[in-house]
Structure formats: structure tokens, C-alpha cells
């Protein structure tokens, strides 16, 4: 499952590298040119993506459902440790759970990212919210960009325990 969907490009690499995809996007607009996208991105690719309408930053996925729930550089709303929480339900035993949000404030610098005044996943308020008895969790730590002044993603990857 890929959470804010938008136009596709992470459902279409997906679905072309063999997965089943469910894409949730909250604009008619973007799913519906998503959903062109993949049709001309080759054979069999557009029939490997559901796509849904709706919004998992206030929703939840159907428990325990999905391989890999990714939420990437969402703008979130409401708290970090809910999302993560919500989210976290939908992955299966074995599964992952990977998220990335785009820091407000470039460490290096300390001034002002791109993401200034945005609410998205830091690792911080992920590892708070994941559980250790549930999850594993593998990577979460702050990534910055290849040029200095860019964005730094924080990159939060679990795993659920069988």
C-alpha cells in the first residue's frame, strides 16, 4: 500500500518491480492520471494497482493486510505518532512499514528547509510510537541531500514481528 499516491510514479515502480499495489490518493484528479500513467508504462503494470480514493492521514488500512505500507514526505495531519500508529496496523506479520518525511530545518545550516512549516514524519516521533514488542525497527535515522542547503528526509523503516 502506498499512501498519497498522487500521479503514481511509486506505485508504477512497484507494480514493475512485481508487487501488488494498493494506491490511496484523496484528488479524483491525480488517481485518474496515475492510473494513465501506468496503463502507458507497459503490459500488465496498470492491472497490478488498485487505486482508492480516500485519505489515510486521518483513515486506517484494513489490519494486518499489506507486505508494505509506505507513507513518503506527507504533509501530516493531526500527530506523527497516530499516523504511525494507523499505518503500522495495516502491515502484516513480516512486513514493513517505511516512512520518509522532508525535515522542517536543515541541521547543518539550521535554517529554514523547504518543508518549514509542514508536519511530517520524523524519526524521532516514529521510534516513540512504534512499539518494540510489535516491531522491529531497522533504520531510522535523518538522511541529508546530496547538495548542501537541500532537503534532509528522516527515513523511519519496521518490521512487524510474526
Known amino acids: 500500500m502506498t499512501r498519497a499516491a498522487g500521479t503514481g510514479p511509486g506505485a508504477i515502480w512497484l507494480a514493475a518491480s512485481g508487487w501488488q499495489v494498493t494506491a490511496v490518493g484523496f484528488s479524483a484528479t491525480a488517481l485518474g492520471y496515475g492510473r494513465s500513467r501506468a496503463g502507458a508504462a507497459g503490459a500488465g503494470i496498470a492491472e497490478r494497482i488498485e487505486r482508492v480514493a480516500g485519505d489515510l492521514g486521518t483513515g486506517s488500512p484494513p489490519p494486518g493486510r499489506f507486505d508494505l505500507v509506505s507513507c513518503l514526505c506527507v504533509h501530516v495531519a493531526g500527530s506523527v505518532a497516530g499516523l504511525v500508529r494507523r499505518l ?7 512486513g514493513t512499514l517505511l516512512l520518509a518525511g522532508h525535515r522542517p530545518v536543515d541541521p547543518a545550516a539550521g535554517a529554514p528547509a523547504p518543508a518549514a512549516g509542514q508536519v511530517q514524519v520524523s524519526a524521532g516521533e516514529a521510534l516513540e510510537a512504534v512499539d518494540s514488542r510489535e516491531r522491529q ?12 542547503g537541500t532537503v534532509v528526509d528522516a527515513v523511519v523503516r519496521a518490521v512487524r514481528c510474526s
Open 88 to 94: 503500522g496496523r495495516g502491515v502484516a506479520p513480516g
Open 137 to 148: 525497527v531497522v533504520v531510522a535515522e535523518d538522511r541529508p541531500g546530496a547538495a548542501a
